[in-house]
């Protein structure tokens, strides 16, 4: 069985998107299948219509199961989601993990052994990391022999990558086994000059490192998950499927493990060719520690460069583009979800942005566009409200 992790500390890159439909675009292919969700948010359970309410056990219960003298085997758990593609979900329980195993023995290995355990049953397993360093990613690396980090081509991306991957390698370097590191570029939007340029230099310095294959920004993968389906289920035909299906075809054609003896080096040496190309790039786009006053004083000139939330300094910005809309605003947690109190501006290029300084803390929020309340197509963090809709959620630290 060849394991995946779909890894990356910062929040709103697209990694439930990309395991979710990773997945899916393998099980298409008659490949035996299983996602495992190691975010205590449980997102891929969202993004799948599995009910909250019916999910008795988690992976977290498999992890813990042995050292609580309950064993619970990983083929006892799955949601069997379609032909050749199940699901072990997660759950807000996976957050106290740490905590239930400090002091037991190998407790970084209790993935990888659940997973061995099925190893017969499935030629593929994804595994959805949570958007955090820690023990819950340790094991998914532990139980890897590949790693993918995406990375969307926004402008503010950049910042940290170098630092997120070589926190990466650190955490690897405990691991006795060669992991295929690679970086996907994610939620590419052809439309800004950012995006382009990002995704060109992304390609020139990080060269055989970089997946060919471009998972492009698509509306219809969010819508997609808002409805709990796949992109292949949701609209076959969209660009977002297509996508998919060239990444799924580009890992399967990686899968000998004699051509994959030859690619693959050890962990550490790949990471460090990886962080020595994100400092290049970063210094290309000019978007380094030193710069980062200049990057701020000519924020208002990029934010037609990228859609979404970003936290920058002391506020967090908000950028959506309606250019057919004639007002849009935003309710939230954070102005006791009255519209009228946080209008957007519209810029010249049909644009909308607005910047509020949020204390630190967990929000929720919904775009009101010409009188129309809906969640922030730009936004992949989500939750359903009392409505049986979904409201975007930002968090500040």
């Known amino acids: 069985m060849r394991t995946i992790a779909v890894v990356n500390q910062k929040g709103g890159c697209g990694k439930t998107t990309v395991s979710i439909n990773l997945a899916s675009a393998l099980a298409a292919r008659g490949l035996r299948t299983l996602l495992v969700d190691m975010d205590p948010q449980g997102h891929c359970a969202v993004g799948l219509a599995v009910p909250e309410e019916q999910i008795e056990q988690s992976i977290y219960d498999v992890m813990v199961g042995e050292s609580c003298g309950e064993p619970l085997r990983i083929s006892e758990m799955v949601w069997k989601i379609c032909d050749n593609y199940d699901l072990a979900p997660g759950s807000i329980d996976l957050a106290a993990f740490e905590q239930q195993m400090a002091g037991v023995e190998d407790r970084e290995e209790c993935l990888k052994r659940a997973l061995s355990e099925v190893a017969g049953d499935y030629d593929y397993a994804v595994i959805d990391c949570p958007p955090s360093v820690g023990s819950l990613t340790f094991n998914a690396i532990k139980a890897s022999s590949d790693v993918i980090v995406p990375v969307d081509t926004g402008y503010f991306s950049l910042h940290g990558l170098s630092k997120q991957l070589s926190t990466l390698s650190v955490l690897s370097q405990q691991c006795d086994n060669e992991i295929n590191v690679m970086v996907l570029a994610s939620m590419y939007d052809v439309r800004t000059k950012m995006g382009r340029e990002i995704l060109g230099e992304l390609k020139k310095h990080f060269g055989d490192k970089m997946f060919k294959t ?6 219809k993968l969010k819508e997609a998950a808002s409805l709990g389906q796949p992109i292949s289920e949701y609209d076959p035909a969209s660009k977002g499927c297509k996508d998919f299906n060239a990444l799924a075809d580009e890992l399967v054609s990686t899968d000998s493990r004699a051509e994959r003896a030859e690619m693959v ?13 994100a400092d290049e790039l970063l210094a290309t786009a000019g978007v380094t520690e030193t710069s980062t006053a200049s990057a701020t004083a000519t924020m208002d000139e990029k934010l037609a ?9 002391d506020a967090v910005v908000f950028v959506s583009l309606y250019p057919r809309a004639e007002e849009v605003q935003i309710a939230g947690d954070f102005n006791g979800w009255q519209p009228e109190k946080t209008p957007m501006q519209k810029g010249e290029d049909g644009t909308w942005h607005v910047k509020l300084p949020l204390a630190a803390g967990r929000y929720r929020y919904r775009m009101v566009v010409d009188g129309q309340w809906q969640q922030d197509p730009y936004n992949e963090i989500t939750e359903m409200n009392p409505f049986g809709e979904c409201n975007s959620v930002v968090e500040v630290h």
């Not at 471009?214 to 509306?219: A, C, G, I, K, R």
């Not at 080096?265 to 190309?277: F, G, H």
């Not at 460069?305 to 300094?313: P, Q």
Request: glycine residues 4%; proline residues 0%.
């Open 305 to 313: 460069d990228f859609y979404g939330v970003r936290k920058l300094d």
């Open 265 to 277: 080096e050890s962990l550490q040496a790949k990471l460090d060719a990886i962080s020595a190309s």
């Open 214 to 219: 471009v998972v492009n920004f698509n509306t």
